[in-house]
């Protein structure tokens, strides 16, 4: 658990941003996910447009102790393109959906990224040495005269500038009907899962013309379906198990080991619904938007439209803690969803404190064992490097106090749906429409 | 009103709706059942617009359609719970819903709803804009209403997306056609299953295929079958053999007939198609 350091909170400071600074914003630059890599050195995003961006940690510069490396762009390649599907008169997006990181095994790193319907892996190489001394050919690439050699040399490896290639390696299509909403990859690092609306198939990362179904929620009549897939996870530990969410705010545990069709789960976490919260829009908001594990695998954690809750996972009859995100938005609830609001999907991560966006460019972090938390906003405005974020707060009625803001003030076009967490240091990837704003703790 | 900085076009109904749910929200005096109502008119009015889209949201669909369901539900039980014949309550009280009347719409509530009577004179001082949105909607219009949005969603399982679909990059290895298999799995066979491999059935074809009859793969070089099934009888007559759309369609596997007709390219303008043309045919 990071951060505990006696007690003191952790102060976060403004580190960079990425992106346009025009208040006009491209959709194509729309950032759709973000993701750090296992070591924390890359930190990758998706967009609107089917692009990935990779930034690269700089390493640590000796003389200035206080601050951590800068991540500044190392790899920028189109993962998706637009498509057409002429059967259906359908276009298909290009929006990366999710980029899942594999554990790096040699030199290059291997990320999945993914659209709708299709999931790619890709290579991303460095090259800083090429050969030079050829015999046949000239510096240039032109072919000499064989009848002017008169010496043979061996050519040799010269440091180069470095270039870094992105090459996609495999190519997992055509075995979703739906939206995929997740990837997940397993701990055995050989396999992963790739969910939609309504099915989870299971693929091997060398095959890519077959894969396993492994959930099928889709009834024999769609008239019936009341429940939709929306994320799942694999277990961090356990290469069997894995969990998936539900529009219904429900989270069910499979075994593979089980059968080989995982629709009886072998837990279902549900917390019985308040009688005091019920309201028309009580399913919506409840539908649950983000599933992660926590690094034990003890507890996951999700995330529905105003809260974050934990689970312990041998306890399905509740949360074991609740985290309210925005709960002033309660009593806004027609107004989100006659304007579509209520179905934004906030993602949510932790690395001891529990970390997810709201609007107005705000997010929350929520220290478990303080139990305190704290709303910041990401934005230009302060954009000092080191600058300490100043903590902000919603008013939610009455007298709205200097510094606040009041709920019908905030702006709800500002969201921040994706967040990332460094694994190893107190480093966070917030991600705004189209900005990416890299935050770091206050070294003393 | 919430959602300062929205950058879409209000157009005068959603502004109405945009007032309606701010009442909602902030109002205290409207009545249950007339929030209900309201609840219930936006949902049926998204899902109609989702119909309209080529490919509706699945998510928000299912949401939208259980939200309907539950006010549906609740209605019903309502009714049931009610004598059939009108509440005396209701016919003083339609007078003092004086602003509340437009020419053909009425509001309708359900019997017996014990608040109503208390409320009625509360609802003097609800806008006009809710009178004019709130409509009739009886129990078949949500349970058709859901239905149809459903069975939509379920068009887009009928034809599997062709194998040529796949997207190149430039460095592309070669990798194997891929068929779009998908292990399906026997399910009575899931109960005695000793080995969990046995009962994995490689499906050596895409679920869409399973429904054509072999010769029906080969009908594709028959141009005269993408006449109709590229036709929409609203929209256009059927049409001759002239338009330019033999020949890249003939790399094109076949649909299976009946689901021709219920193609959602029947909601496809006519400039749009056109638009393609042009890019298939590469002018």
């Not at chain 1, 089917?50 to 490396?69: A, C, D, L, P, Y």
């Not at chain 1, 993962?79 to 990366?96: G, M, N, Q, R, W």
């Not at chain 1, 032109?142 to 050699?149: A, C, S, W």
């Not at chain 1, 492994?214 to 530990?237: Q, R």
Request: with cysteine; glycine share 4%; aromatic share 8%.
């Amino acid at each position: 658990f990071l951060g505990a350091g006696g007690g003191n909170d952790i102060q976060w400071c403004f580190s960079q941003v990425k992106g346009a600074v025009d208040d006009d914003v491209a959709e194509a630059d729309i950032i759709s996910t973000v993701e750090f890599n296992h070591s924390g050195e890359l930190l990758a995003t998706g967009d609107k447009g089917g692009r990935v961006v990779i930034f690269q940690q700089e390493q640590e510069n000796k003389t200035q102790s206080h601050s951590r490396g800068e991540y500044n762009v190392y790899s920028t390649f189109q993962s998706h393109e637009p498509e057409f599907d002429y059967l259906k008169s359908l276009e298909i997006e290009e929006k990366i959906n999710k980029i899942r990181w594999l554990p790096q095994k040699n030199a290059a790193q291997f990320l999945l990224s993914t659209n709708d319907k299709t999931i790619k892996l890709w290579k991303i190489s460095e090259r800083d040495k090429r050969p030079e001394g050829y015999n046949l050919k000239e510096e240039d690439g032109r072919y000499r005269d064989p009848t002017t050699v008169t010496t043979l040399r061996v050519p040799v490896f010269r440091p180069m500038d470095l270039m870094v290639e992105a090459s996609p390696r495999r190519i997992f299509a055509n075995a979703h009907t739906y939206h995929i909403n997740s990837i997940s990859i397993n701990s055995d690092y050989e396999t992963y899962l790739s969910a939609d609306d309504l099915r989870i198939n299971l693929w091997h990362l060398e095959i890519t013309d077959r894969s396993f179904n492994i959930v099928d929620i889709k009834p024999a009549n769609m008239e019936e379906l009341t429940e939709v897939i929306t994320a799942a996870e694999f277990h961090p530990n356990s290469c069997s198990t894995f969990v998936y969410s539900s529009s219904k705010g429900t989270i069910r545990l499979c075994d593979m080991r089980a059968s080989a069709l995982c629709d009886r789960h072998s837990k279902l976490f549900e917390e019985p619904e308040d009688p005091s919260n019920r309201s028309f829009f009580s399913e919506i908001i409840s539908s649950i938007s983000d599933v992660k594990f926590s690094h034990s695998g003890r507890y996951m954690m999700t995330r529905d439209y105003l809260s974050v809750k934990i689970w312990d996972l041998n306890m399905e009859n509740r949360p074991v803690e609740t985290y309210q995100v925005h709960e002033y938005l309660r009593s806004k609830l027609c107004s989100l969803y006659e304007n579509d609001c209520i179905f934004d999907k906030f993602e949510c991560c932790w690395n001891g404190i529990v970390m997810t966006g709201s609007y107005n460019n705000f997010f929350r972090m929520f220290d478990r064992n303080s139990k305190r938390d704290v709303t910041l906003e990401a934005s230009r405005e302060n954009n000092k490097p080191r600058t300490v974020l100043k903590p902000r707060k919603v008013c939610a009625s009455g007298k709205r106090k200097k510094d606040e803001i009041s709920v019908d003030s905030l702006d709800f076009n500002k969201k921040i749906l994706h967040t990332a967490w460094h694994p190893k240091e107190n480093i966070i990837a917030v991600a705004t429409t189209n900005n990416l704003y890299i935050f770091q703790d206050k070294m003393n | 009103m919430l959602g300062r900085g929205l950058k879409r076009k209000l157009s005068d109904y959603e502004e109405s709706m945009a007032g309606l749910s701010s009442a909602f929200d902030s109002s205290r005096s409207l009545s249950y059942p007339l929030k209900r109502q309201l609840v219930l008119n936006m949902c049926l009015t998204k899902l109609q617009t989702y119909k309209m889209l080529v490919e509706p949201n699945l998510h928000r669909s299912v949401l939208i359609a259980n939200t309907v369901r539950q006010i549906q539900e609740e209605m019903r039980q309502e009714s049931n719970q009610q004598p059939l014949s009108i509440c005396p309550g209701i016919a003083p009280a339609s007078h003092s819903y004086a602003g509340m009347e437009s020419p053909g719409i009425a509001l309708q509530l359900p019997s017996g709803v014990g608040q109503q009577e208390s409320h009625c004179c509360d609802l003097r001082s609800v806008e006009d804009p809710i009178e004019n949105s709130l409509l009739i909607v009886s129990d078949d219009d949500m349970s058709s209403a859901i239905s149809s949005i459903l069975k939509d969603l379920d068009f887009v399982e009928d034809i599997s997306p062709p194998t040529c679909l796949v997207p190149t990059g430039d460095d592309q290895p070669k990798f194997p056609e891929n068929t779009g298999l998908k292990l399906e799995d026997d399910r009575q066979d899931l109960k005695g299953a000793e080995c969990v491999f046995g009962s994995f059935e490689i499906s050596n074809s895409t679920s869409y295929l399973k429904d054509l009859a072999i010769d029906d793969i080969f009908e594709d070089i028959d141009t005269s079958m993408y006449d109709s099934d590229f036709c929409c009888p609203p929209l256009m007559p059927p049409r001759t053999p002239s338009l330019a759309t033999e020949e890249p369609l003939k790399t094109f596997p076949s649909c299976n007939s009946s689901s021709a007709n219920n193609i959602q390219i029947c909601r496809t303008d006519l400039s749009e198609l056109d638009h393609i043309m042009e890019i298939l045919v590469g002018s």
